[in-house]
């Protein structure tokens, strides 16, 4: 079983939609979340960090259960610049911040 | 440019060649990552460095693979007798010592093609 898994995709959404992405951990050291995103060709940017509480920015809302080990990612209002690759990243509480990432989510945005 | 540097960008090489590729992380980021990247996955983590310290090594990577980082600051991964199944393309990222939770940064990564 992978440590990071996430929803297969690719999601293929019109302009304005709303999407989510799920992912599950499973490494239970597991201590620090992240949705980065990754460009077709580019290499992968920090999104934004997930958090007990829920963390958003703009159009973007982050939540993360700790007793589901689940980790979620929504866009609201989505453009044509929000396609892309989602990637969840989980940081292990294992003394030397081994990161690991998902797979990875692709997302289409049509007019 | 003051970012994550990788070298070089494109490999092509014959099966059974050594290949190296050389990361600059960011310079005051002590804590500096491998992953590896094939079509449609997610990076796939190789090792990373505390400093010069490897902290990690991948159960998933041969004995061909190595990486170093001699002064903590640069560092090399090395694959011997490359095979047509090492094709990906190799990111290196970085990040301060003291973040757990703090931004990792990619390089542009190195594509290497083995034929």
């Known amino acids: 079983r992978k440590e990071v898994e996430q929803d297969p995709g690719p999601f293929n959404v019109p302009e304005g939609a709303t999407v989510a992405f799920n992912c599950t951990y499973s490494?239970?050291?597991?201590?620090?979340f992240f949705w980065y995103r990754q460009d077709c060709r580019k290499e992968p940017k920090l999104l934004m960090s997930?958090?007990?509480s829920g963390n958003e920015d703009g159009r973007f809302t982050a939540q993360l259960n700790r007793a589901s080990q689940y980790i979620s990612l929504l866009i609201r209002d989505s453009k044509l610049s929000d396609s892309a690759t989602y990637l969840c990243?989980?940081?292990?509480?294992?003394?030397?911040?081994?990161?690991?990432f998902g797979a990875g989510t692709r997302l289409f945005v049509k007019a | 440019d003051t970012g994550v540097s990788q070298n070089p960008r494109h490999k092509i090489t014959k099966r059974g060649q050594n290949v190296t590729f050389r990361c600059d992380p960011i310079?005051?980021?002590?804590?500096l990552y491998w992953y590896r990247q094939t079509l449609g996955q997610g990076p796939e983590f190789l090792t990373y460095?505390?400093?010069?310290?490897?902290?990690?090594k991948s159960r998933l990577l041969s004995d061909r693979f190595s990486a170093e980082r001699p002064k903590g600051s640069f560092s090399t991964l090395e694959i011997q007798r490359t095979e047509q199944g090492d094709s990906a393309m190799y990111l290196c990222?970085?990040?301060?010592?003291?973040?757990?939770?703090?931004?990792?940064?990619f390089g542009e990564g190195s594509r290497l093609t083995v034929l």
């Open positions: 990243v989980v940081i292990l509480n294992t003394g030397g911040f081994k990161t690991i």
């Open positions: 490494n239970s050291a597991s201590q620090s």
């Open positions: 460095f505390q400093n010069e310290a490897q902290l990690e």
């Open positions: 990222a970085s990040r301060v010592d003291k973040a757990n939770t703090g931004e990792l940064f």
């Open positions: 310079s005051e980021h002590n804590r």
């Open positions: 997930v958090y007990s």
